[in-house]
């Protein structure tokens, strides 16, 4: 069966806008990107009132942009420097669904070496489900820029992955950390051994990065290397942080690090923030002692704060902070595989409206390349909150607007402005 899907902007004005709905004077030109034999992906211009059962008033554009799909496709589209692909990778215990995973490779027919890209964990486990690889895709465009193909992989138990979730560490008294892990790195090993075939990947340099647990498990598969891995990157490592600066068995956890630096000689990069409340900069030096102590070679980077937790510092707001130090890195060990990077996406050529604060017209673009799903939150005080690589609208909606109301506390008013819609046929 062949599935049409179309993931159109949505512009809403908040109740307390008085706003005549208008035309875009720039309409975006009906253009089509080619999917997967699965999926097709329009780009369509439309005007529409909608009507809503929530407390303002919607006079919207529906304008469809080159947002992506749940369902990402092969996604051609003239005069991209990228290529952005959804992937299903059989692994042992993830039975036919296979692993979740994305692909970010240059737009050209090469093979190009592999980046093997894999995410954290969040503290509430009822947060698991609703996790996919796009929120990882704008760090993976920055390395596919770089001349890598990335694939992110969504391991057993997290978002639309096959299989159970069998990472659990157990009870703090008794945390099995080198186990969960390792857990994590069987599968780890299993895709890449399959992407290893796949023609757009280079089997003979490959790099491992992760953060948070998914920086971990790039430290246990650095100790336990699959064919042709060269380095690897951990942004964040560690387990078992269970609220703001609470971490489950710390000595336990150090112990699982100086576990792995007995066999790993994989040159790494480190990196962690001065203020992660995850793994503070004091716990990640304990880290880094008891891994390099046992014989790993790592390169350790404390970073500077990056906003209310650096635990964060790999997202997109961060990509200015952390490239740098990957790109020296790389060069150190002759991983450098352009002189200059591949151009940035272009986004859809949508002006944001004139109603917006200025602060966000200016980001309007960028937000319009984020991946599905997302939603933006404008509140009457001149903030605005924004989330994307949601599994659903409605989740993407409901984080924007608890973005939106941190930075316009305590007395703004917060109301979804954009978001992107599926629709499916």
């Given at each position: 069966?062949k599935i049409?899907?179309t993931f159109?902007?949505?512009?809403?004005?908040?109740?307390?806008?008085n706003?005549?709905?208008r035309?875009?004077?720039n309409p975006?030109?009906?253009r089509?990107?080619?999917?997967d034999?699965?999926?097709?992906?329009?780009?369509?211009?439309?005007v529409?009132?909608?009507?809503?059962?929530?407390?303002w008033?919607?006079?919207?554009?529906?304008?469809?942009?080159?947002?992506?799909?749940?369902f990402?496709?092969?996604?051609?589209a003239?005069?991209?420097?990228?290529?952005?692909?959804?992937?299903?990778?059989?692994?042992?215990?993830?039975?036919?669904?296979?692993?979740?995973?994305?692909?970010?490779?240059p737009?050209?027919?090469?093979?190009?070496?592999?980046?093997?890209?894999?995410?954290g964990?969040?503290?509430?486990?009822?947060?698991?489900?609703?996790?996919t690889?796009?929120?990882?895709?704008?760090q993976?465009?920055?390395?596919?820029?770089?001349?890598w193909?990335?694939?992110?992989?969504?391991?057993?138990?997290f978002?639309?992955?096959?299989?159970?979730?069998?990472?659990?560490?157990?009870?703090?008294?008794?945390?099995?950390?080198v186990?969960?892990?390792?857990e994590?790195?069987a599968?780890?090993?299993d895709?890449?051994?399959?992407?290893?075939?796949?023609?757009?990947v280079?089997a003979?340099?490959?790099?491992?990065?992760?953060?948070?647990?998914?920086?971990?498990?790039?430290?246990?598969?650095?100790?336990?290397?699959?064919?042709?891995?060269?380095?690897?990157?951990?942004?964040a490592g560690?387990?078992?942080?269970q609220?703001p600066d609470?971490?489950?068995?710390?000595?336990?956890?150090?112990?699982?690090?100086?576990?792995?630096?007995?066999?790993?000689?994989?040159?790494?990069?480190?990196v962690?923030?001065q203020?992660?409340?995850?793994?503070?900069?004091?716990?990640?030096?304990?880290?880094?002692?008891?891994?390099?102590?046992?014989?790993?070679?790592?390169?350790?980077?404390?970073?500077?704060?990056?906003r209310?937790?650096?635990?964060?510092l790999?997202?997109?707001?961060?990509?200015?902070?952390?490239?740098?130090?990957v790109?020296?890195?790389?060069k150190?060990q002759?991983l450098?595989?352009?002189?200059?990077?591949?151009?940035?996406?272009?986004?859809?050529?949508?002006?944001?409206?004139?109603?917006?604060?200025?602060?966000?017209r200016?980001?309007?673009?960028?937000?319009?390349?984020?991946?599905p799903?997302?939603?933006?939150?404008?509140?009457?005080?001149?903030?605005?909150?924004?989330?994307y690589?949601?599994?659903?609208?409605?989740d993407?909606?409901?984080?924007?607007?608890?973005?939106?109301?941190?930075?316009a506390?305590?007395?703004?008013?917060?109301a979804?402005?954009?978001?992107?819609e599926?629709?499916?046929?």
């Open positions: 069966m049409t899907a159109p902007i949505i512009i809403r004005t908040p109740e307390w806008r706003w005549q709905t035309r875009t004077q975006v030109a009906a089509p990107c080619g999917f034999p699965l999926l097709r992906h329009q780009l369509t211009d439309c529409r009132v909608e009507n809503s059962n929530r407390n008033s919607l006079r919207a554009y529906r304008l469809a942009a080159l947002v992506g799909a749940l990402l496709c092969a996604c051609h003239a005069g991209q420097s990228v290529v952005i692909e959804q992937l299903r990778i059989p692994v042992k215990g993830a039975g036919s669904l296979g692993l979740d995973a994305l692909m970010v490779r737009n050209d027919s090469t093979a190009h070496p592999l980046v093997l890209m894999t995410h964990s969040p503290r509430d486990a009822s947060e698991r489900a609703g996790m690889p796009f929120a990882l895709q704008p993976a465009i920055e390395f596919a820029r770089r001349g193909t990335v694939v992110v992989v969504m391991r057993r138990g978002g639309e992955s096959g299989g159970s979730y069998d990472e659990d560490a157990h009870a703090c008294g008794r945390a099995d950390f186990g969960a892990t390792e994590a790195v599968q780890l090993r895709a890449v051994a399959y992407l290893s075939k796949r023609p757009e280079d003979s340099r490959i790099i491992g990065v992760g953060v948070s647990t998914g920086g971990m498990a790039m430290v246990a598969l650095s100790a336990d290397p699959p064919p042709g891995l060269v380095s690897a990157i951990s942004f560690g387990r078992g942080s609220a609470v971490v489950c068995n710390a000595d336990l956890l150090v112990d699982a690090f100086g576990t792995f630096g007995k066999h790993s000689r994989v040159p790494m990069l480190w962690y923030s203020n992660d409340h995850f793994f503070g900069p004091q716990l990640a030096q304990r880290f880094y002692h008891a891994f390099t102590i046992a014989g790993g070679n790592a390169s350790f980077v404390l970073a500077p704060p990056f209310k937790d650096g635990h964060a790999f997202s997109v707001d961060g990509i200015p902070i952390w490239t740098p130090m790109d020296e890195f790389l150190s002759n450098a595989l352009r002189e200059a990077l591949l151009p940035p996406l272009e986004p859809p050529k949508i002006d944001a409206p004139s109603w917006f604060p200025a602060n966000l200016a980001e309007f673009s960028r937000y319009l390349l984020l991946p799903h997302k939603a933006l939150a404008i509140s009457d005080n001149g903030h605005h909150g924004f989330a690589g949601r599994r659903t609208v409605e993407a909606e409901k984080k924007a607007l608890e973005n939106c109301r941190e930075f506390a305590p007395s703004g008013k917060c979804i402005a954009v978001r992107d599926a629709v499916t046929r």
